[in-house]
């Protein structure tokens, strides 16, 4: 793998930061009436870091300044992450427009989903703590940016609960640096077969709480049904869509790259992260009245079978593909779900009722996108569920499966 000092294989990265600095200094003049520009500004954005991450996926895998790997783990989350972000300035009109916050909605989508992408390239300690507040501080301010009282309990229960992830994060970092003497992964990789196992071993934990936390993860999900539930729906799609991409694919990076199993043997932890997250999640789900908190508890439920291919990483060849399939299954389905729920206006399940007499194009779209996160056929989710389940057989982790099936 090449190693460049090129800025413009970060032109997606760098689209996505010009339009959140242009929207938020457009907006401090723009009347509140116009200010769906700053919404076209974004998407345009979004478009550009498209159609060049198109471009940067024909080219050879590099690794930009020494930190930032570029390769289809990169590429694919890249584009998932701004396909993503489209979508969400699409199902934001109705709750944004018009609305004096309009442009801070916009800008903080931008840089959260900035944060997300450089996150799944990082190649280097530092990079992945500073993508990690990157892909925290802005989304703690959008769980906010309401301003009502759900909102503003969501938002205070996220941003504690991430600033303890953080200090964390940083604590693990820190000793993995201590043990090792690298912050790149393959300095950490050499370092660690060298350094005492069982600091290793605690500054490896300590990251993936961190990252456990960004995704969701049990036993690091208690903000998501809260979060889901006290803001709008809207804004709970970004919140359980856009950090969910870049933790889980950091933590296959991470785990595949930097740490060997036979230093500290992390494809158990994981396994059993997956099998408490898929558990819990399908479980406490069945008890919600909300349908915010259902989808909330949808999300954790989902991370579970996502770090089935995380556990496997370097172990089945399709590790890897089935993480980065699932993970674009998911996050078109769970903003899809969360559209329609925002279309009807309705916040609790028995809201529902009687939905496909007065709407039933929406009743069809919400049944779809449920049967979706569910995983029934012909959906992508089911077909990335397979993918996973068959690279958790071939990783050895046949006893997983079977827990997911029950």
Known sequence: MMVYSDPTALIPEIALLLGAVAGLLLGAWTPRRRQWTIRLLAALAAAAGLVATAVAATRPPE????TYVLDTATHTPRAIVLVTTLALIALCGDTVAGHRRETEFVVLVQLGALGSMLLGGAGDLILLFAAFLLASVPLYALAGWAKQGTATEAALKYYLAGALAGVTTLAGVTLLFGVTGATGYAGVAEGITRGPGGAAAVGLVAVLA????????????FW????ADGTPPAVAAALTTL????ALVATYRLLDTAIPTDVVD???LVAILAAASMTLGNLAAFAQTSVLRLLGYSTVSQVGYLLIAVAVAGRAPLAQPALLFYLAAYAVTNVAAFAVVAATGQRSINGHRGLLRRDPLLAIALVVALLGLVGTPPTAVLFGKLVVFT??????LAWLVVLAVL
Request: aromatic content about 10%; charged content about 10%; cysteine-free.
């Open 63 to 66: 690794v930009v300044f020494g």
């Open 266 to 268: 992390w494809p158990l």
């Open 210 to 221: 961190g990252l456990a936390f960004k995704a969701g993860a049990v036993p690091a999900h």
């Open 391 to 396: 690279a958790a057989v071939d990783g050895g």
């Open 243 to 246: 950090p969910k991409i870049g």
């Open 224 to 227: 998501v049904p809260d979060v």
